[in-house]
């Protein structure tokens, strides 16, 4: 099988789930890194790719993809072994394509209006630090008290809320549920490749954030 190309940067929780989506059904990758800073994701070579600039976009020989939850599912349809990751049942998969619009529309977009302007060297709007404990807190009622986000055992959907839930934990923890702190660290031992992925970026985030009064900033 060729590499999967997955276009983007490691401190995005997108590309990351992309990434744990791989790790999951053992599908090979290669990580094509872009400079957001210097408008990589603008560049013509680029657009061609991807009209609407946005990231992951992910290359499997002549298909191109974007969206990162589009990207899963294709990526467990094609090349998964089996479908515990992604259901082919309807009910079950119903649940699980749930949790992933509630990352794509909810949690996912609410870190990503934190973190844009620190990437950019900007302070938050206190407004986005609101909204992000307010996505969090629907994280945890969606949670309640079951073992994984979406079914009794770990699927795509926890790829992805995970991926923005460790991103929120790890520049602003006292704003996590305890409960979505505790299915974190179940997704840490769960999900093939936790560490290898998220690691990096945790250094990342934490670094983008330092120049950030996070103690303040929680307590709002």
């Known amino acids: 099988m060729r590499l999967i190309e997955l276009y983007g940067f490691i401190a995005s929780p997108p590309l990351r789930a992309s990434m ?6 053992a599908v090979k990758y290669k990580l094509k890194f872009l ?9 013509p070579e680029f657009l061609k790719l991807n009209p609407l600039h946005s ?11 974007f969206d990162s939850h589009a990207i899963s599912s294709y990526l467990v349809n094609a090349y998964g072994n089996d479908d515990k990751w992604y259901p082919k049942e309807p009910r079950l998969r119903g649940v699980v394509d749930q949790r992933l619009h ?12 934190l973190g844009v302007p620190v990437l950019f060297g900007k302070q938050p709007n206190p407004n986005h630090v609101i909204s992000l404990k307010e996505a969090l807190q629907d994280l945890d009622k969606l949670l309640g008290d079951s073992q994984f986000i ?47 992925v998220h690691s990096p970026a945790v250094e990342q985030l934490k670094q ?13």
């Open 35 to 43: 400079n957001v800073l210097k408008m990589d994701h603008h560049k």
């Open 20 to 25: 744990m989506t791989c790790e999951a059904i």
């Open 150 to 196: 979406a079914l009794s055992w770990p699927t795509i959907a926890d790829c992805h809320c995970s991926s923005s839930a460790l991103s929120a934990e790890c520049v602003m923890p006292d704003i996590v549920p305890p409960r979505v702190s505790a299915w974190l660290r179940r997704c840490e031992d769960a999900l093939p490749g936790f560490q290898k």
């Open 102 to 113: 509630f990352d794509n529309g909810v949690l996912g977009p609410a870190f990503k209006k």
């Open 208 to 220: 983008l954030f330092s120049t950030v009064d996070l103690k303040t900033i929680s307590k709002l």
């Open 55 to 65: 990231i992951p976009t992910m290359v499997d020989g002549d298909y191109v993809l």
